[in-house]
């Protein structure tokens, strides 16, 4: 390294030795008068300087070669004119010009360019947020304009209760459109920046038909509205996704002078195609060895017949000793029919523990062509499969419980101080009637091949419980050493005595830290009265 910084010493002093040298000829040179036409005009010799140290190249490829470089000139624009810094445009284009002279760039942009550029930059930002919605605001009436100032002088008026529409009952699916009038109805004219509808609805096509007009033209957000004209806002409430009583808004922001911003809703009671009574059947507990069933209503809501399929798309398994069956009620001849029922039969084979299963149908009747598109769009985008048709789904759960069961299977006693009392209690129950569990013993250990910190402290006590044939199996941990510190489980194993069942256990864990659950106290300072110093 120090033979190589040792290199590059003397040509660094060769560099500003040049740079030095050119600097001193370039002031001297712009000191004689330059003729130009018979004009004569003198250049700045500090500027001449700082032109020659920007056209030396610097030398060599260390550090110091490339400090303090000076930017390179700003490339000029097609079409623009060129001045010196300080001097009027050339009148003649064959006027010379010397080719080492140095020149300030400056660009000036006359007003046909200036709105060229403008134009351009509004389409680019068009295109970019078409990009960003995914090839849906392809049409100029979305590109939303900066939002202008307030105009005490601009209005745009909308009858009084005809900002709000109801659809009233529709059917989930539905595609509803409805046509806002608007009025330009202030002194000067309105400009509109924006309309934004919330979730679930989508903006048409925007008019405007100006006074004496004999059609209106489609708008674009930042045009004037001169006053008189009234404005036709077309939204659309799609349904597909909603349920029950449906409201979706929609702001209009413009140069307003009262409020800057127009609110329009739309509204709707949203009735499902399909309904399921009910949407999730509850089989609750079922004792291992019997049977259980529950049945599921489907229909229509407007009573239109249909057929019922089941979505083999997406296929769940059904658990074990489950039997399910879709059957028609009162069908017609092609075998549609108004009302489904499907029946879930849990068999005696089924196995412990808690089950569910969803059941999803497709109809034969296909939703609205063009929800279907933005749902396919939306779902190509999101990479997911969306139906075509009207469907729907009917859950069904439920426990198969074995001769006994515990619960919980697992509890914490928390974070514990030393000497400090914890009580929890676990329940066995026993499903089967006439077998007694009063002869159940308990016994703790460690987890796996771990022994149990403290386990002289841990105690159990089985107590029957009063109406049933269970027993709380409690656990007492009386109170840990007060050098204990660190973390405790173990198991709780029941002998039950049952043949099916001889032996249940559950899990518990702890942890104990000194001086949990208290705050240290500072130690108080008497203070001392220098007067007295003869009490005690």
Same mark, same amino acid.
């Given at each position: 390294?120090?033979?190589?910084?040792?290199? *590059?010493?003397?040509?660094?002093?060769?560099?500003?030795?040049?740079?030095?040298?050119?600097?001193? $000829?370039?002031?001297? #040179?712009?000191?004689?008068?330059?003729?130009?036409?018979?004009?004569?005009?003198?250049?700045?010799?500090?500027?001449?300087?700082?032109?020659?140290?920007?056209?030396?190249?610097?030398?060599?490829?260390?550090?110091?070669?490339?400090?303090?470089?000076?930017?390179?000139?700003?490339?000029?624009?097609?079409?623009?004119?060129?001045?010196?810094?300080?001097?009027?445009?050339?009148?003649?284009?064959?006027?010379?010009?010397?080719?080492?002279?140095?020149?300030?760039?400056?660009?000036?942009?006359?007003?046909?360019?200036?709105?060229?550029?403008?134009?351009?930059?509004?389409?680019?930002?068009? @295109?970019?947020?078409?990009?960003?919605?995914?090839?849906?605001?392809?049409?100029? &009436?979305?590109?939303?304009?900066?939002?202008?100032?307030?105009?005490?002088?601009?209005?745009?008026?909308?009858?009084?209760?005809?900002?709000?529409?109801?659809?009233?009952?529709?059917?989930?699916?539905?595609? @509803?459109?409805?046509?806002?009038? @608007?009025?330009?109805?202030?002194?000067?004219?309105?400009?509109?920046?924006?309309?934004?509808?919330?979730?679930?609805?989508?903006?048409?096509?925007?008019?405007?038909?100006?006074?004496?007009?004999?059609?209106?033209?489609?708008?674009?957000?930042?045009?004037?509205?001169?006053?008189?004209?009234?404005?036709?806002?077309?939204?659309?409430?799609?349904? +597909?996704?909603?349920?029950?009583?449906?409201?979706?808004?929609?702001?209009?922001?413009?140069?307003?002078?009262?409020?800057?911003?127009?609110? $329009?809703?739309?509204?709707?009671?949203?009735?499902?195609?399909?309904?399921?009574?009910?949407?999730? *059947?509850?089989?609750?507990?079922?004792?291992?060895?019997?049977?259980?069933?529950?049945?599921?209503?489907?229909?229509? #809501?407007?009573?239109?017949?249909?057929?019922?399929?089941?979505?083999?798309?997406?296929?769940?398994?059904?658990?074990?000793?489950?039997?399910?069956?879709?059957? #028609?009620?009162?069908?017609?001849?092609?075998?549609?029919?108004?009302?489904?029922?499907?029946?879930?039969?849990?068999?005696?084979?089924?196995?412990?523990?808690?089950?569910?299963?969803?059941?999803?149908?497709?109809?034969?009747?296909?939703?609205?062509?063009?929800?279907?598109?933005?749902?396919?769009?939306? #779902?190509?985008?999101?990479?997911?499969?969306?139906?075509?048709?009207?469907?729907? +789904?009917?859950?069904?759960?439920?426990?198969? *419980?074995?001769? @006994?069961?515990?619960?919980?299977?697992?509890?914490? $006693?928390? $974070?514990?101080?030393?000497?400090?009392?914890?009580?929890?209690?676990?329940?066995?129950?026993?499903?089967?009637?006439?077998?007694?569990?009063?002869?159940?013993?308990?016994?703790?250990?460690?987890?796996?091949?771990?022994?149990?910190?403290?386990?002289?402290?841990?105690?159990?006590?089985?107590?029957?419980?009063?109406?049933?044939?269970?027993?709380?199996?409690?656990?007492?941990?009386?109170?840990?050493?007060?050098?204990?510190?660190?973390?405790?489980?173990?198991?709780?194993?029941?002998?039950?005595?049952?043949?099916?069942?001889?032996?249940?256990?559950?899990?518990?864990?702890?942890?104990?830290? &000194?001086?949990?659950?208290?705050?240290?106290?500072?130690?108080?300072?008497?203070?001392?009265?220098? &007067?007295?110093?003869?009490?005690?």
């Amino acid at each position: 390294m120090k033979h190589r910084f040792s290199e *590059l010493r003397p040509r660094a002093a060769r560099t500003v030795s040049t740079l030095a040298l050119a600097s001193v $000829l370039s002031a001297a #040179a712009a000191a004689v008068t330059l003729q130009d036409g018979g004009a004569t005009q003198k250049s700045d010799p500090a500027k001449a300087g700082e032109a020659a140290s920007q056209d030396a190249k610097p030398v060599g490829r260390g550090r110091l070669s490339g400090r303090n470089t000076p930017p390179p000139p700003a490339a000029v624009p097609a079409g623009t004119r060129t001045t010196t810094a300080g001097a009027k445009p050339k009148p003649a284009a064959d006027a010379p010009v010397g080719a080492d002279a140095p020149q300030t760039v400056k660009a000036e942009m006359t007003p046909e360019q200036a709105k060229a550029r403008k134009e351009y930059e509004a389409k680019r930002e068009a @295109l970019a947020r078409n990009k960003a919605d995914g090839g849906t605001s392809v049409s100029k &009436k979305y590109g939303a304009a900066p939002r202008p100032p307030r105009n005490p002088n601009a209005k745009l008026e909308i009858e009084f209760g005809s900002d709000k529409h109801d659809f009233g009952r529709a059917r989930q699916g539905d595609l @509803l459109t409805h046509t806002f009038e @608007l009025k330009s109805s202030g002194t000067e004219p309105v400009v509109i920046s924006q309309a934004s509808p919330t979730c679930g609805c989508t903006l048409g096509e925007i008019k405007v038909k100006q006074p004496g007009a004999q059609m209106a033209e489609l708008y674009t957000f930042g045009d004037p509205i001169a006053p008189g004209s009234e404005v036709e806002l077309a939204a659309t409430l799609d349904t +597909t996704n909603k349920r029950n009583q449906t409201n979706v808004r929609i702001n209009v922001y413009s140069n307003d002078g009262k409020t800057g911003v127009t609110l $329009l809703s739309l509204a709707a009671n949203v009735e499902p195609f399909i309904i399921a009574t009910p949407q999730f *059947l509850q089989l609750k507990d079922i004792r291992e060895g019997t049977e259980k069933t529950g049945t599921i209503d489907i229909r229509t #809501a407007s009573g239109e017949p249909i057929m019922l399929t089941e979505d083999d798309t997406r296929p769940i398994p059904v658990p074990e000793g489950l039997e399910v069956n879709l059957e #028609a009620v009162n069908p017609g001849d092609d075998g549609r029919a108004s009302m489904w029922r499907a029946t879930f039969r849990v068999g005696a084979d089924s196995p412990e523990g808690g089950k569910s299963y969803a059941l999803r149908l497709n109809s034969d009747v296909e939703m609205p062509i063009s929800a279907t598109k933005e749902a396919k769009a939306k #779902a190509k985008a999101a990479k997911v499969n969306v139906p075509t048709v009207y469907t729907v +789904t009917a859950n069904v759960n439920y426990r198969i *419980l074995g001769a @006994l069961s515990i619960q919980p299977q697992f509890v914490s $006693l928390g $974070l514990v101080r030393p000497g400090q009392s914890v009580v929890r209690n676990v329940r066995l129950t026993c499903h089967e009637e006439g077998f007694d569990l009063s002869g159940a013993k308990a016994t703790i250990v460690g987890e796996g091949a771990q022994p149990l910190n403290w386990a002289d402290r841990f105690s159990t006590t089985i107590k029957p419980v009063g109406g049933s044939n269970a027993v709380d199996v409690e656990l007492r941990l009386d109170g840990l050493p007060d050098e204990a510190d660190g973390s405790f489980r173990g198991r709780v194993v029941i002998e039950t005595g049952h043949p099916s069942k001889p032996e249940m256990f559950y899990r518990f864990s702890g942890v104990c830290r &000194k001086l949990a659950g208290q705050a240290q106290r500072p130690t108080p300072v008497r203070k001392v009265d220098p &007067k007295r110093t003869g009490d005690g």
